[in-house]
């Protein structure tokens, strides 16, 4: 049974900087296609990121240029850089494969607010 493990959200104020990293068990995740996926009060969860096991990175409209997506496949990890944040991008944050694969994690929640 894989286990994702999100961690690394808080509180920044518009503009700033936050970087989110999830941690796999199991052997699926060097091939597989991982992502992060938000899900912000009273809407649907939505990928914003994906990566593919040899690192080619899609983002979604809404993020491209301000986020980076990497995964070290030897510590079975993804990571999320998020630059420029914006109140928008205010929600949890949640790992998983593309397509989802795995059962959810707890999530990180991440706040811009001034």
């Known amino acids: 049974q894989v286990q994702l493990v999100e961690s690394g959200g808080g509180l920044v104020q518009p503009g700033g900087s936050l970087r989110v990293s999830c941690a796999a068990s199991?052997?699926?995740?060097?091939?597989?296609?991982m992502g992060w996926y938000r899900q912000a009060p009273e809407k649907e969860r939505e990928l914003v990121a994906r990566?593919?096991?040899?690192?080619?990175?899609n983002y979604a409209d809404s993020v491209k240029g301000r986020f980076t997506i990497s995964r070290d496949n030897a510590k079975n990890t993804v990571y999320l850089q998020m630059n420029s944040l914006k109140p928008e991008d205010t929600a949890v944050y949640y790992c998983n494969f593309v397509p989802v694969y795995a059962g959810w994690g707890q999530g990180t929640q991440v706040t811009v607010s001034s």
């Open positions: 990566i593919s096991p040899g690192g080619i990175t």
């Open positions: 199991g052997s699926a995740f060097s091939v597989r296609t």
